[in-house]
Structures are given as structure tokens and as C-alpha cells.
């Protein structure tokens, strides 16, 4: 997949995988800079599914190492723009 143009779209593209994930989410509820965690029932399963989600969505290998910079939207936004190819406009 080709890198997203903005950053707005990087949102909306890692929204989509959460729902897909966690149906229950209502992507306009969530809060950027809060754990996912802390905001609704995501367990460490729906972690490791949502994380294999952004991998197989972005084409890109996510260390373990690295999971816990995805554990929140704004997280995963800064994660993505340092790895994607050309990165997201802002």
C-alpha cells in the first residue's frame, strides 16, 4: 500500500484497523494521547491483533520491541510517520 498523503488520512486509516479490532470503539470518542487501554476494553490479544493489523495494512515490520509506542492513536500516528516511506505530510 502506498503511503498516506496526510496525516488526517494516517488517522483514519489506523481508525478503520481499531474498529476492525474492537467494534464497539467509536472512532470519534477516541482520545489521541490516551492508552488505548484506559479508554476501552482492549485486552492484550486485541493488541497483538491490532499491531499484526497495522503490519499487514502498512507493509511494515513492527518489532515487539517497538509495541508500546502503539499504544495509543497519537502514538501510533508518530510511529507510522517515522516509518512509512516519505512519512505523512502534515
Known sequence: MSPPTSVASL???V????VDIAPD????AVRPEQP???QFDFDSMDFFNFAAALHQHFGLDIPERDYPQLT???GC???LRQRLPGGAAP
Request: hydrophobic content about 55%.
Open 25 to 28: 470503539v467509536d472512532p470519534a
Open 36 to 38: 488505548f487501554r484506559d
Open 72 to 74: 495509543s492513536l497519537a
Open 11 to 13: 488517522e483514519s486509516q
Open 77 to 79: 500516528i508518530a510511529y
Open 15 to 18: 481508525l478503520a484497523l481499531l
